[in-house]
């Protein structure tokens, strides 16, 4: 999978950019806060998630713009396909389009583009709070599961009027009469993301824990453990579990066991890594997640796709920048950095520069 045209109309600071990239190794350089790392939040949505940044649209709109514009066009599954998105502060201005059909939202997108995005904030994976992990779990599905995202989205409706019952309840207690109702769907929804999520991370942590043994020379090793809140991954365990914190609930006015609460933990040779592990350490797991996200695409899709690292070669020594761009090989790689030499082990590639949000000069690597 690779993309062959790229044109950014207007997205956060660049305008103009129009660009032919190399199937192998592309280099996205400049100085800071010239346009780099939007340049690959732009190609990012194009997998139908949201912006690895947490950015919300409104905030992907240029200054002075009423909207953001990009399109692409790119091979995948035997074919070549065209796509764009536009979208503004007016939700009647968002336009999606696949292959000449129009989508409501972006994760029409989902299913025909796979990428994989490796930046700086990646690194807090280890030592950050759960809700980056969560997070990051739940993106990586998505983009194998398209249907994945409608399930989150509704247990995010589904939580919100729990809640809101737990508060509302405090001054009419026979609103209570209708919280089983609400547990019973809550609990399917959170019993489904609980199963894909384990089963997700069983496979991730298999490509992981052989990847991070080839980083570690054979020295060390990594297993991945996934931590719920409650006793079991069925309905019935949710259902158990709510009826449980109810008491807790009510004080609190929110919901205290469910997906929404729950963690994945890693650790380098038993030992727990948030604890533990050295920044070397963190940062050989993050790569091997990382790579190990690709393998899980490629079995799973079929497809090799596309992989975004943001700035993280600064973060990296020699060794491991070299082992990451060699375990990359045969995909097209997307790299920012404020200098090629950064990559400079890359070969047959191509050197974008940005300077002031547009295409300054192009050359080969």
């Known amino acids: 999978m690779n993309f062959c045209k790229i044109t950014v109309e207007r997205f956060r600071n660049l305008s103009d950019v129009f660009f032919s990239p190399s199937p192998g190794v592309n280099v996205i350089w400049g100085d800071n806060a010239q346009g780099k790392t939007n340049f690959l939040e732009a190609l990012w949505l194009f997998t139908g998630a949201k912006s690895f940044r947490g950015a919300k649209e409104a905030e992907m709109v240029p200054f002075g713009a009423e909207s953001a514009s990009v399109s692409s066009q790119y091979e995948g599954g035997g074919r070549v396909h065209e796509a764009s998105y536009r979208f503004g502060a007016d939700k009647g201005q968002k336009k999606i389009l696949l292959n000449g059909v129009s989508h409501g939202a972006f994760s029409g997108l989902a299913g025909s583009f796979y990428a994989a995005v490796f930046s700086p904030a990646h690194l807090t994976l280890v030592k950050g709070g759960p809700p980056e992990r969560r997070r990051f779990i739940d993106l990586a599905i998505c983009q194998l599961k398209p249907r994945y995202h409608a399930v989150l989205s509704q247990y995010g409706r589904l939580l919100y009027q729990r809640n809101c019952l737990m508060r509302d309840a405090r001054l009419s207690s026979v609103l209570l ?10 609990a399917k929804s959170a019993a489904l993301i609980t199963r894909t999520r384990k089963s997700y991370l069983e496979r991730l942590g298999e490509f992981a824990g052989e990847i991070y043994s080839g980083i570690s020379s054979g020295r060390e090793t990594l297993s991945i453990a996934y931590h719920g809140t409650a006793d079991g991954e069925d309905e019935e365990a949710f259902r158990r579990a709510f009826r449980a914190s109810r008491a807790q609930d009510l004080k609190t006015g929110s919901t205290s066991v469910g997906p929404h ?44 796709p596309v992989v975004l690292l943001d700035d993280v070669m600064s973060e990296l020594d020699r060794e491991r920048r070299d082992y990451l761009l060699n375990r990359l090989g045969g995909r097209q790689i997307f790299i920012t950095c404020c200098e090629p030499d950064a990559v400079a082990a890359a070969e047959n590639g191509t050197a974008l520069r940005i300077e002031g949000g547009r295409a300054a000069g192009l050359r080969a690597l």
């Open 261 to 304: 609460r729950d963690d994945a933990e890693f650790a380098i040779n038993g030992l727990l890594a948030r604890a533990y592990a050295s920044q070397g350490q963190q940062r050989s797991i993050v790569l091997s997640l990382k790579l190990a996200e690709c393998a899980v695409i490629e079995e799973t899709a079929g497809e090799s």
């Open 177 to 186: 009469d209708t919280l089983e109702i609400w547990e019973g769907s809550l």
